[in-house]
């Protein structure tokens, strides 16, 4: 061990300094290492901007915006070609022009405003009611045990049971009505979004709970302060696969639920198309059903993930 | 007398103690450094001090209205921003909203980070996430303050400031300390007082003042360093095969 002549220090200066300010009498780790307030202040604030880094500005992507553009192009292109080699007869796979025209035709009956827009809405009331019905029961399933072991695996199969299954369930009970297409909206997004969050419960670091419980936290505040946003993440995969089968089932029971009080959705077009065998029409329909859910992915759940996972740190590195 | 702790005892089941009869008495203000090697249960016994572990036998007396934690990971919530996570220790103890704001700068500006208060967790070094730790739990507003090696996943430089800024924090603020560390130099450099756990089992064996020369005289402070290191190698080598 060292002496009383030889100071010890891990950060000795190797030159006697000059007296500007007492820096000579610095004994890093054994004794005091700044001279006051002011000093350490500006000491700590001189390492913070050494260890931070610079804040980057976020500038407009264009390849972010042209690269799916130009992917898209490409794809038209190759689908024009095939069609033009003629080898299907063209009532069959009719080509991108064709396809475009039967859609203006369709804009002008004001047909595929009404479809998108019965769909659409019944997309979104369905979903925003399965969050709402799924995470208080989600967050109840996470945090009790008992509840957890006996419901979990009842959830689990609900989530892989194809939800276009009920619908013969759901004829039966609500006849031709809207109640039926929600049904199996429901049926098909609330498991997805239970096990979401629970998954996102799952994952969080026991230390957020231990500093919850330090912080004084009751279990409410625990659920609402601590795990919900910890889970997030999670959640908000859950959400997005919940979002996923809600539009999947109603195009399920679209196609299949015909007539009655059922409105004219994209489903029910797609069916349509099918009935009069006009391949233009069924293209239609399923190029519109992609756009919607593409449209959904690129101005809801993309921006919102984004955010999330920034503000978290999480970003670096991906391919987002 | 804010904690004391009598023949306290911890086991795990039907393992082998991880504490066994540890005395302690820590006076109001006092800043007390806990030093031991690695098995001595100094995480339990801080644990039990802050009611989230109980102990399996013996007596302690704590402050009625617990004790603020620091974690050797700063543990901020990553969903917050450096500020949020202060306010959000001030909103779970009841303050209201407006007197929130003010507080968490005030707290803020305390461990110098004033300026800082927007930043998220991710974007700030090790060591000021440690200061924004420090400042939550001040926020808290215990008169007993526990930090389990807060600062030893800190690089030197950084370690050796915090050192001065937690001095500096713990005189103005007149809090009691309880610092958990094994690091010898660590508590010469904070502790008024020096207790060494031994190991497996845990037990207070020896006690050490530090007084003020030893916060300016590198020559005192090192040969009291070297006096625990060796008393704690001692206690080390016990466990040789």
């Known amino acids: ?65 042209l690269l799916p553009i130009a992917a898209l192009a490409v794809l038209i292109l190759v689908w024009q070609f095939y069609v033009s080699l003629g080898v299907k007869r063209r009532d069959l796979v009719p080509g991108p022009l064709d396809v475009m025209t039967q859609m203006g035709v369709l804009w002008n009956e004001g047909k595929l405003q009404e479809a998108v827009w019965t769909s659409l809405q019944r997309g979104l009331v369905g979903f925003l009611i399965s969050v709402a019905i799924a995470t208080p029961v989600g967050l109840l399933l996470a945090q009790v045990a008992p509840l957890r072991r006996a419901f979990g695996p009842l959830i689990s199969g609900l989530q892989v049971l194809p939800s276009v299954a009920w619908v013969p369930a759901a004829i039966i009970w609500f006849g031709l009505t809207d109640a039926t297409v929600y049904f199996v909206v429901f049926m098909g997004a609330i498991p997805s979004i239970i096990n979401g969050l629970i998954s996102g419960v799952d994952q969080i670091p026991p230390q957020y709970r231990r500093v919850g419980t330090v912080l004084g936290a009751s279990r409410l505040q625990m659920a609402l302060q601590v795990i919900l946003p910890a889970a997030l993440p999670g959640y908000l995969g859950g959400l997005k696969q919940g979002w996923a089968f809600s539009w999947r089932s109603l195009m399920a029971a679209e196609i299949i639920a015909v007539g009655g009080t059922i409105g004219f959705g994209l489903g029910s077009l797609l069916d349509q198309g099918r009935i009069l065998s006009d391949m233009t029409v069924v293209m239609s329909a399923i190029l519109l059903i992609l756009a919607v859910g593409i449209l959904i992915e690129l101005l809801v759940f993309g921006p919102v993930e984004k955010r999330l996972l920034r503000r978290r740190g999480l970003l670096a590195g991906s391919t987002r | 007398m804010p904690v004391v702790l009598e023949h306290l005892g911890k086991r795990f089941g039907d393992g082998a103690p991880v ?207 070297g006096v625990i290191t060796a008393r704690l190698r001692e206690e080390i080598r016990r466990h040789a095969k």
């Open chain 1, 1 to 65: 061990m060292p002496s009383n002549q030889t100071p010890v220090a891990e950060t000795e200066p190797v030159v006697e300094p000059v007296e500007t300010r007492p820096a000579a009498h610095v004994h890093a780790a054994l004794t005091r290492t700044s001279t006051g307030n002011e000093d350490l202040r500006e000491l700590e604030s001189g390492l913070d901007s050494l260890q931070s880094d610079a804040d980057r500005k976020h500038r407009i992507e264009w390849s972010r915006i």
């Open chain 2, 19 to 225: 504490l066994d009869d540890v005395n302690a008495n820590i006076k109001q203000g006092e800043f007390v450094a806990l030093l031991g090697a690695s098995g001595c249960g100094k995480s339990t016994l801080l644990n039990i001090i802050a009611g989230l572990e109980a102990p399996t036998s013996g007596a302690l007396e704590v402050p009625s209205d617990g004790a603020a934690f620091m974690f050797q990971d700063a543990a901020l919530f990553p969903w917050l921003t450096a500020r949020e996570n202060i306010e959000l220790a001030l909103k779970l103890r009841g303050v209201g909203k407006s007197e929130r704001r003010a507080k968490a700068q005030e707290l803020l500006e305390l461990v110098h980070l004033g300026a800082a208060g927007d930043k998220r967790p991710h974007e700030l070094s090790g060591g000021m996430r440690q200061r924004v730790s420090l400042a939550r739990s001040l926020a808290q507003d215990r008169q007993l303050l526990l930090m389990d090696e807060p600062f030893a996943a800190l690089d030197a430089i950084t370690r050796d400031l915090l050192h001065d800024e937690l001095e500096r924090i713990w005189k103005e603020t007149g809090r009691t300390i309880v610092f958990v560390t094994h690091n010898v130099r660590e508590a010469v450099r904070l502790g008024q007082r020096v207790l060494l756990l031994s190991s497996r089992p845990g037990r207070v064996v020896q006690e050490w003042a530090v007084t003020e020369e030893h916060r300016t005289d590198a020559g005192l402070a090192g040969q009291l360093t």
